[in-house]
């Protein structure tokens, strides 16, 4: 069985950071593209950041690029997101995805993901 168990989540004042775990279990982890997407309520979801099996190639969102960082740790089966200088806008719940595809921008709300962590930015 898949599991995602995702961590890290808080609340920071603008500017702030964390860093976002991810528990991978119950499949091939160095096998998969993987990402983060993210959910404001009453919202759709939106991508994030993906990062390619071997961790040599990553994609983001054009609002994230320079603030964000998605890594991986293939030997603990781990994903990471590092949120650093934190906007109002970051506010939503954070989700951990396998992807179905081999591409790291491709993601569909199809995909497995975790339970979610939660990252407030207030002031």
């Known amino acids: 069985e898949v599991q995602l168990v995702e961590s890290g989540g808080g609340m920071v004042q603008p500017g702030g950071s964390l860093r976002l775990t991810c528990a991978a279990s119950?499949?091939?982890?160095?096998?998969?593209?993987m990402y983060w997407i993210r959910q404001i309520p009453g919202a759709k979801f939106q991508y994030v950041a993906g990062?390619?099996?071997?961790?040599?190639?990553?994609q983001y969102r054009d609002s994230v690029k320079g603030r964000v960082t998605i890594t991986r740790d293939n030997a603990k089966n781990m994903l990471y997101l590092q949120l650093n200088t934190l906007e109002f806008e970051d506010t939503a719940m954070y989700f951990c995805?396998?992807?179905?595809?081999?591409?790291?921008?491709?993601?569909?709300?199809?995909?497995?993901r975790g339970q979610g962590t939660q990252v407030t930015v207030s002031s």
């Open positions: 995805v396998k992807s179905s595809s081999s591409d790291t921008a491709t993601w569909s709300t199809g995909d497995t």
């Open positions: 119950g499949f091939m982890f160095s096998n998969n593209v």
């Open positions: 990062i390619s099996p071997d961790g040599t190639r990553t």
